[in-house]
């Protein structure tokens, strides 16, 4: 299996972006995807997950109401929205397979396979 992560880039504090998780190996449609970022100087952090079986999708208190996570079937991807960007969301941009939630925060315990980052930053 493996993904890779695409459409970072620079975007204006309160802007929005589009980052795609290409998947091969698997239909993406019944995978479950995790998203990290990993800002400098800071730990990663999961902030999204869609889980393969429900579909039920849950997010990191700072990007909820934000981020968005979604499918696109036709081109076996999972897809993060990013609306109303910070300066803090500045990172790089992980998908992963497996979907594993700890307390209610999304953790790196029994992911599969990580993906090729990219870069997001939030800048004026």
């Known amino acids: 299996v493996q993904l890779q992560a695409s459409g970072g880039g620079l975007v204006q504090p309160g802007g929005s972006l589009r980052v795609s998780c290409a998947v091969a190996?698997?239909?993406?449609?019944?995978?479950?995807i995790s998203w990290f970022r990993q800002a400098p100087g800071k730990e990663r952090e999961g902030i999204s997950c869609?889980?393969?079986?429900?579909?039920?999708?849950l997010y990191a208190d700072s990007v909820k109401g934000r981020f968005t996570v979604s499918r696109d079937n036709v081109k076996n991807a999972v897809i993060l929205q990013m609306n109303k960007l910070k300066p803090e969301d500045t990172a790089v941009y992980y998908c992963?397979?497996?979907?594993?939630?700890?307390?209610?925060?999304?953790?790196?315990?029994?992911?599969?396979?990580w993906g090729k980052g990219t870069q997001v930053t939030v800048s004026s």
């Open positions: 869609i889980s393969g079986t429900t579909g039920r999708t």
């Open positions: 992963a397979l497996g979907c594993t939630i700890v307390r209610g925060i999304v953790t790196s315990h029994g992911i599969v396979s």
């Open positions: 190996g698997v239909s993406s449609e019944h995978a479950s």
